[in-house]
Structures are given as C-alpha cells and as structure tokens.
C-alpha cells in the first residue's frame, strides 16, 4: 500500500520525562513540545494528502497534574495561539479545539473562538487540538445530545445506529484517523479518540515528543504505507483462491 494517512492523531507525549533527563524542570519539556507541534504541522504541510491532525494536547485526566503545571500548559496555548494565528491564516490551516469548555480558563476561552472564527474557512488542513478532552467523555456527550432528541421525540431507539451516532461525536466532520502516532515509548490509547480509532493503524515510537523531528513523521508515514489494511474484509487475492 502506498497511500498516504488523510488523518493522523497524535499523542505527543513524554515532554516531561525529556526535561527530567535534562535536569530541567517540566514545563521546559512542555515548551519545547510546543515548537516541535509547529514544525510537524508545517512538515504534514508537505503532504497534499493529508488533510487532518488531531493532537491531544491535554486529557481529562491531566487534570490531576499539580495546577502549577495545568497553568503553565494553558498560557503556553494562549500564548502561542497568539503568535500562530496569522500563520494559520496564510498557510490555509483550519485550527479547532474539541473538549471541556466548561473547564477552559475565560480569556484562553475567547482567543480560541476568535482563532476557530478566523480560520474555519480554510480548506488546505484542519487542526484540531484536544483539550480537557477524553474519548468516553466524547461518548458521554454524544449520547447526552442523542438522548435529548429521544425525549423530543425526533428520533426513536431503532434510529441509534454506530454509523448515525457518530454525528454527535467532537470530530464528526472529519474521517476517522488512519494512523494514531504515540511518542515516549507507551502502547497505549490513554483514552484518545476511542470511537475513532478502531481501525486506525497504531504507530508507536520510543522518541519523546520534544526530539520528534520530521524524519520521524516520514517514518511514521512509512510505517503506514507498509501496512495492509483490511478493515474486517478478506484480501482481493483471497477472495479469487
Ligand atoms: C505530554 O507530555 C504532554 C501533555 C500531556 C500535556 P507529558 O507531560 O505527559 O510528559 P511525561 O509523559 O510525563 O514525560
Ligand atoms: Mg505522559
């Protein structure tokens, strides 16, 4: 297979343990995450195929992190929000956040509805950051929006269907990911887009997130062209035997 992922999710993780191996402290890691996030989105730039990245930068459950953490991550968005905005603008990036946004601090709040304002008219690749996000509170939500039209009575129980369910999901409008890239050496899904990544093909590398550089991505991208997807069916050439 030579195609090349139309969707990538991304769990850019280890920046912490990047720091620690330094002797720096954590937010350090953090920082530097946030530049190598830059260069990987103008990096999948240089794919005309690919149309989507979805990054998880902050789950439900980092919230158990000490607030002086939580606090830094969340000026660090606002921060480079501000710097990155105009960019997004030329290059014809689409930039969303999907999450929690009950628990976004104000003014983070509002320079994220301006940027997603700005930008939802691009077309070249869309961006999404995941934020105070999880895959079950994604499902949680979804079926609280389905449940509702139940009680109006604009749907009834035999409408609730996988394929017709998923338009209540935060990604909806977009193909699930074809390929899910993990840094810092853990195999696991940490309750990333668990709807989503059924199919998805799994790419787990031992580079922490900070040292992930564009050589990496390309191999990731090898990876998942050395792969035979199936999705539940058998290969034509099977099927002929
Ligand atoms: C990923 O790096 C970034 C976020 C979750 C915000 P970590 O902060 O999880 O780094 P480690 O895993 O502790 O090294
Ligand atoms: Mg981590």
Same mark, same amino acid.
């Given at each position: 297979?030579?195609?090349?992922?139309?969707?990538?999710?991304? %769990? #850019?993780?280890?920046?912490?343990?990047?720091?620690?191996?330094?002797?720096?402290?954590?937010?350090?890691?953090?920082?530097?995450?946030?530049?190598?996030?830059?260069?990987? %989105?103008?990096?999948?730039?240089?794919?005309?195929? %690919?149309? &989507?990245?979805?990054?998880?930068?902050?789950? =439900?459950?980092?919230?158990?992190?000490? &607030?002086?953490?939580?606090?830094?991550?969340?000026?660090?968005?606002?921060?480079?929000?501000?710097?990155?905005?105009?960019?997004?603008?030329?290059?014809?990036?689409?930039?969303?956040?999907?999450?929690?946004?009950?628990?976004? #601090?104000?003014?983070?709040? =509002?320079?994220?509805?301006?940027?997603?304002?700005?930008?939802?008219?691009?077309?070249?690749?869309?961006?999404?950051? &995941?934020?105070?996000?999880?895959?079950?509170?994604?499902? @949680?939500? &979804?079926?609280?929006?389905?449940?509702?039209?139940?009680?109006?009575?604009?749907?009834? @129980?035999?409408?609730?269907?996988?394929?017709?369910?998923?338009?209540?999901?935060?990604?909806?409008?977009?193909?699930?990911?074809?390929?899910?890239?993990?840094?810092?050496?853990?195999?696991?899904?940490?309750?990333?887009?668990?709807?989503?990544?059924?199919?998805?093909?799994?790419?787990?590398?031992?580079?922490?997130?900070?040292?992930?550089?564009?050589?990496?991505?390309?191999?990731?991208?090898?990876?998942?062209?050395?792969?035979?997807?199936?999705?539940?069916?058998? =290969?034509?050439?099977?099927?002929?035997?």
């Amino acid at each position: 297979m030579t195609q090349c992922p139309k969707h990538i999710a991304i %769990i #850019p993780d280890g920046n912490g343990r990047w720091a620690t191996e330094r002797q720096q402290p954590r937010v350090s890691g953090h920082k530097r995450g946030a530049e190598r996030l830059k260069t990987i %989105i103008s990096h999948a730039l240089s794919f005309p195929e %690919i149309k &989507a990245l979805t990054i998880f930068g902050f789950s =439900t459950e980092n919230q158990k992190r000490p &607030a002086t953490e939580i606090t830094f991550i969340m000026r660090l968005i606002r921060s480079e929000l501000a710097s990155i905005s105009d960019e997004m603008d030329k290059k014809n990036i689409r930039l969303r956040f999907v999450g929690d946004r009950s628990h976004y #601090p104000k003014t983070l709040l =509002t320079d994220i509805e301006a940027t997603e304002e700005k930008t939802k008219h691009h077309t070249g690749l869309t961006v999404t950051i &995941a934020l105070h996000y999880s895959g079950r509170w994604d499902i @949680a939500q &979804a079926v609280q929006k389905e449940h509702q039209l139940l009680a109006d009575g604009h749907l009834s @129980a035999s409408d609730i269907k996988p394929g017709s369910f998923t338009r209540f999901l935060s990604l909806h409008d977009l193909p699930e990911p074809d390929l899910l890239i993990r840094t810092s050496g853990e195999q696991r899904i940490s309750n990333f887009c668990l709807w989503q990544l059924a199919y998805t093909e799994l790419y787990f590398t031992e580079c922490f997130w900070p040292d992930f550089d564009t050589d990496h991505f390309d191999k990731a991208i090898a990876y998942f062209q050395s792969r035979q997807r199936r999705f539940g069916n058998i =290969t034509p050439q099977e099927s002929s035997l």
